[in-house]
């Protein structure tokens, strides 16, 4: 496997604006670093049970993780229980994630895939899908969206769910609030920063304490454009949480969580 150790956005790093250069940003050298980053005991403070109890209270049991990064949702889905197979689209990060699960006494299911296509990959059927860690934002086409929302619906049970996380990007385009780690990067001695913010466009720079620095650039995706997209693909009832919180001003939440549910719910006084 050929270990890139520099990320390269060429002459103009804004005009970066491809789905498919994920794959080089996540060089050998960031992903040995994104632990740092997440800080695993860190996060599992922050999130505390919210994923485990959401997907128990909606009778889950198979999970694919279609965003594994280093493994860390994979590996507490596990040890809760859960049967989970774990994608990425980034051979280093299953490698990472593989390496990150056998440590703590877990072999990883992993796929390497494209969402775009992920059918052609992943052959079963699952009662969740999971795209967490505002990893949906790599996708910078509407129709790449789109079609990858689709794959996940074609991938669920006829009652299954999504799970799909993002920056508040709302707060950011509009100027009112500046990024916190607090739930999502909690590492002490890294700090995550929006370095360009534009309607189609957020570039983030990550700095660790020994120096070094690395890059991502995303797409910003507004709360209610995802909502629709997955009204729009299938999904027949969404509801989002601010910070894993029910109710949250909309400007407050550094993250919102969207739970789509793919059966029709029928609303009370209904036949």
Not at 144 to 164: P, S, V
Request: hydrophobic share 35%; net charge negative.
């Amino acid at each position: 496997m050929r270990q890139e150790k520099q990320q390269d956005y060429g002459r103009d790093p804004l005009a970066v604006r491809e789905s498919g250069k994920y794959q080089e940003e996540y060089v050998h050298s960031f992903v040995e670093k994104w632990d740092e980053l997440i800080d695993w005991d860190g996060r599992a403070k922050a999130e505390g049970e919210f994923f485990i109890e959401k997907l128990r209270e909606l009778g889950v049991r198979k999970v694919l993780d279609v965003a594994t990064g280093t493994g860390f949702h994979s590996v507490q889905l596990l040890r809760a229980g859960f049967e989970v197979t774990s994608v990425d689209g980034s051979p280093m990060m299953l490698a990472k994630a593989f390496e990150n699960a056998r440590r703590q006494g877990y072999i990883l299911r992993t796929v390497q895939a494209d969402w775009r296509w992920l059918n052609r990959d992943v052959h079963d059927y699952y009662d969740a899908v999971i795209c967490l860690g505002n990893s949906f934002t790599h996708l910078h086409h509407d129709n790449d969206r789109r079609k990858t929302l689709a794959e996940y619906y074609a991938t669920l049970r006829h009652d299954g769910i999504l799970i799909l996380d993002q920056r508040n990007y709302d707060a950011l385009l509009d100027h009112q609030i500046k990024p916190s780690h607090h739930f999502y990067y909690c590492g002490d001695n890294v700090r995550a920063e929006p370095e360009h913010v534009d309607e189609s466009l957020a570039r983030f720079k990550y700095s660790f304490s020994d120096g070094s620095a690395f890059h991502l650039n995303m797409f910003p995706l507004r709360k209610a454009y995802v909502q629709r997209l997955m009204r729009e693909v299938g999904f027949q009832h969404i509801e989002t949480f601010g910070d894993f919180k029910e109710t949250y001003r909309e400007t407050e939440p550094d993250f919102f969580v969207h739970v789509a549910e793919k059966a029709y719910r029928k609303q009370e006084g209904q036949a």
